[in-house]
């Protein structure tokens, strides 16, 4: 088992895509150790999880643009602005 586990990992690192998985989870990790990070955990944990999870139920029952309606239903709240505004803060947008 463990060989197999290796040559996956070789083979995702040996890959462009599984290059830009990889940028992608040391960019994200980056930011989850600012202090902007620290607080967009925070948030997760409180209320803003529970309004992320909202949004999602809503965005099931939706018309046919689930994403959309997801980001719709998350804005509509005070908690999920909160946490979008804080998302962007924290990828640097």
Excluded: C, F, H, W
Excluded at 35 to 62: C, F, H, P, V
Excluded at 73 to 92: F, H, Q
Aim: proline share 4%.
């Amino acid at each position: 088992m463990p060989g197999e586990i290796e040559n996956a990992a070789r083979s995702m690192m040996s890959s462009p895509q599984g290059m830009k998985i990889i940028k992608g989870l040391d960019m994200y990790s980056t930011a989850m150790n600012t202090e902007s990070g620290r607080q967009l955990i925070a948030m997760l944990a409180g209320g803003g999880g529970d309004a992320l999870k909202l949004a999602a139920k809503a965005s099931t029952n939706g018309p046919k643009d689930p994403g959309r309606t997801l980001l719709q239903n998350l804005l509509s709240s005070k908690d999920g602005a909160a946490l979008a505004a804080k998302v962007i803060e924290v990828m640097g947008g």
